[in-house]
């Protein structure tokens, strides 16, 4: 039934929520990632606005859902470049990093921004992207050492 109802609920979303993802795998546990990826933000000069423990969050609740963290930033430099060519931009962002535990190690995923802001008027080419990507590789390859 629980599939059932998740495929009926994926199969009601629209097409550009499904962003590309990119993975990177890490080193360390997630506790330990997540505090690299802090770390690699604040030293791109980005802020850091809260980490979201899911799986801590489950524990209390008496559910185990393994070790899963989304750290969500943000650049007013880079943002406000996407937020001028379409206001719509600020429903996607901050940018956000998934630490979580894929049972054979530690991995960082985020959603590739051409891909994810793809839904609205920003152009595919717009330098703001590959800004965005580039940040979002440069964060992930250093919190992952």
């Known amino acids: 039934m629980k599939r059932l109802l998740t495929a009926a609920i994926l199969a009601c979303m629209p097409a550009a929520a499904f962003a590309d993802t990119m993975v990177v795998p890490s080193a360390g546990s997630v506790p330990e990632t997540v505090e690299r990826l802090k770390a690699s ?6 802020r850091v606005f809260s980490v979201v423990d899911f799986g801590g969050g489950a524990k209390s609740i008496g559910e185990d859902i ?3 963290q989304l750290v969500i930033f943000g650049d007013p430099r880079i943002g406000a470049a996407a937020l001028s060519a379409d206001p719509m931009a600020a429903l996607r962002l901050p940018g956000k ?7 054979s190690g530690t991995a960082m995923a985020y959603e590739i921004p051409a891909d994810m802001l ?5 152009p595919s080419d717009a330098p ?3 800004v965005m990507a580039d940040t979002l590789d440069k964060i ?3 919190a992952a050492k």
Not at 118 to 122: F, K, L, N, V
Request: hydrophobic share 50%.
């Open 41 to 46: 933000v604040e030293d791109a000069g980005a």
């Open 66 to 68: 393994g070790e899963l």
């Open 97 to 103: 990093v998934l630490v979580y535990d894929t049972g």
């Open 118 to 122: 793809a839904e609205w008027s920003i």
């Open 128 to 130: 703001v992207l590959q």
């Open 140 to 142: 992930t390859t250093a």
